[in-house]
């Protein structure tokens, strides 16, 4: 069981390029969520599927897209980067949406310059 | 959801249980009581969780206090891998969506 696994580790990224990081769990939870945490912040939700083929808005979304491909992966999308984008990047799912036993990916170190 | 109060930091030495206290005396009777930790570099990582009765796992035990207010995160032969920033979280069951709120949790250091 690998658990959540995310790709790419780390990423550097000039103004106004695109990206995508992926995101996949084998556990056969319902509901994942895509996260940013930047230095005395604290997580911050950038977006959340609760189940396949449904996706919402965190509290951070702009700037940002997510696909929500098959029960197992969920990616999230940067079209035009912007330093403010300087963060890292978590992956998490769960059985279901109403539960807080969220099981996290390694993260992703994003820089934008 | 209810705030939660926890010490800035700790110390324990390898080998011994440490207690990681938090206070969250505004706690409602359908909120829970979780517990995770973040080692440097890492994701988070759940630990446990718990409603009224003790709670024990194979990373922990979770021990809260009969009127609720207050509740202990007990590792009980820490290691220098349990050194990490320790979060307690009070969330009510059944919202709308899992959005986990860290708040500055307690840097717990393990020594040799």
């Known amino acids: 069981n690998a658990g959540v696994t995310q790709t790419p580790k780390f990423q550097v990224l000039k103004t106004g390029q695109s990206m995508t990081l992926q995101c996949a769990q084998d556990m056969n939870h319902n509901s994942m969520y895509w996260y940013r945490q930047d230095p005395g912040m604290g997580l911050r939700l950038i977006y959340y599927?609760?189940?396949?083929?449904?996706?919402d808005k965190g509290e951070v979304p702009n700037g940002y897209n997510v696909s929500r491909l098959n029960k197992r992966e969920f990616s999230l999308r940067l079209e035009s980067a912007a330093p403010s984008q300087t963060s890292v990047y978590f992956c998490?799912?769960?059985?279901?949406?109403?539960?807080?036993?969220?099981?996290f990916g390694p993260g992703t170190r994003l820089t934008v310059t | 959801d209810a705030k939660t109060t926890q010490p800035t930091s700790m110390d324990c030495a390898e080998g011994r249980a440490a207690n990681l206290p938090c206070n969250h005396s505004?706690?409602?009777?359908?909120?829970?009581v979780y517990w995770y930790r973040q080692i440097h570099s890492q994701g988070p990582q759940y630990i446990i969780h718990?409603?009224?009765n003790n709670e024990t796992n194979e990373m922990a035990s979770l021990i809260i206090t009969e009127d609720r207010k207050s509740s202990t995160l007990i590792l009980p032969h820490a290691t220098l891998r349990d050194t990490a920033v320790y979060y307690c979280i009070v969330r009510a069951g059944g919202t709308s969506y899992g959005k986990l709120t860290f708040g500055q949790g307690t840097i717990l250091t393990v020594h040799p």
């Open positions: 599927s609760a189940s396949e083929g449904t996706t």
């Open positions: 718990g409603l009224k």
């Open positions: 998490a799912s769960s059985a279901s949406s109403a539960s807080y036993e969220q099981y």
């Open positions: 505004t706690i409602s009777g359908n909120e829970y």
